[in-house]
């Protein structure tokens, strides 16, 4: 039992940074995404569609999560306000980022500057969704060329997810991908998912994402502003 | 301290168990991969392609490991002499197969009657190359929508890695992936990785694939005898 114990701490001082980062982010008006995937899936191309659609209107900071190295933040860098690389290749729990290391992330970031945080976790659909980092929204991003199995074979980090970006659109000529069948999947483990079809290459589907994505936005800020 | 000598108690005791599932493999004459990939890289297609190449000459057992569902053990079964799934769910290991999953399993596999044994690990990067199952070769599966920054921002993986499997060839005329730069990433962290290029949908690829680990089988039976 010993062991079941100790994850259980690391888990519960998780959740405590992670509250805690969630009050910096509110004091500052960011709101944050927690974006996850399969790596390859397209998580830096969306973040990269993301703020080229919005950063005429959206001050946007992005840390990036990787096991290594600084490829990502090289890729955003000119596209937003900000940008932090976080690399836990030597940190125990390699495999996700964890809350503390957001913490240390955002005492970098200029958070008054900013309206929205994209999180880039790491390439993983198992361990990020174990660990909270004081986001307001998981986003999981699914490419056609995974395949149409995932939900039913990763459940936890779909029944988790307030959004699903299918991205690799397309690639639908190509694959064998039954997009109903897999949102049927995921709604099975979460009613309350909402979809999004996208393609980061031809940009198709971005602005609706976008459109979307703003409309959450505004909408946490005025609920902010009344319960003042 | 505590949870990293915690982590390490749990890697020697795995290291241990996987020692112990080796000599069980030996002494029943049976080599055994440890196949390792990102989520959708295509680990069940190329077991299928595998043993549908050698099922005449080898006879073949497949340990599936998925985080839920048996989705992969119902795609095999009617392909390989027996089969097996690990469901890593409920276990705190979640995000890879362990050596006492392995171990489990291999009681309940038809030993004697097999000479090869292919292990499915969780789709995952990161964490499957830190549990050691007990195999003989670890195999990573690369597909080409992923992109070829894989070795890069996940490079102990492949750092571990004897065969490097290259899947989706068909994939080529529409993704950005630089096959030899992918190589030449991967054999800056590991100079003896051998590689192929294949595609499981077409087939292209798995005769050259399947004549190599006949071979690397036959030449481990030989050495076997020979320190006998």
Redesign the interface.
């Known amino acids: 039992m010993?062991?079941?114990e100790?994850?259980q701490n690391?888990l519960e001082a998780n959740d405590s940074i992670a509250a805690q980062n969630r009050e910096l982010l509110e004091a500052n008006g960011v709101f944050a995404l927690n974006i996850m995937s399969?790596?390859?899936a397209g998580k830096t191309s969306l973040i990269l569609r993301t703020a080229a659609e919005l950063k005429d209107r959206l001050r946007i900071g992005v840390i990036e999560g990787?096991?290594?190295?600084t490829?990502d933040s090289e890729r955003v860098q000119n596209e937003v306000t900000a940008v932090v690389q976080v690399t836990t290749?030597d940190a125990?729990e390699?495999?996700a980022l964890i809350a503390n290391m957001v913490a240390h992330a955002l005492k970098r970031l200029p958070l008054e500057q900013m309206d929205l945080l994209l999180i880039e976790n790491?390439?993983?659909?198992?361990?990020p969704s174990e660990f909270a980092l004081g986001e307001h929204m998981r986003v999981v991003v699914s490419?056609l060329?995974?395949?149409d199995?995932?939900p039913?074979?990763?459940?936890?980090i779909f029944s988790d997810a307030s959004v699903v970006v299918i991205n690799?659109l397309?690639?639908l000529p190509?694959v064998d991908f039954d997009i109903p069948s897999f949102q049927k999947a995921v709604l099975g483990l979460n009613p309350r998912a909402k979809f999004f079809q996208v393609s980061c290459k031809t940009g198709a589907g971005i602005k609706d994402w976008c459109a979307w994505l703003e409309r959450e936005l505004s909408s946490h800020k005025s609920h902010q502003k009344i319960m003042k």
Chains 1, 2 share one sequence.
Not at 66 to 69: F, I, L
Not at 122 to 127: A, M, P, S
Not at 152 to 156: A, M
């Open positions: 010993k062991k079941i100790v994850v690391i399969a790596p390859g990787d096991v290594a190295s490829l290749r125990s390699s495999c790491v390439g993983n659909l198992i361990c490419s060329p995974e395949g199995d995932k039913t074979k990763y459940p936890i690799k397309d690639f190509y």
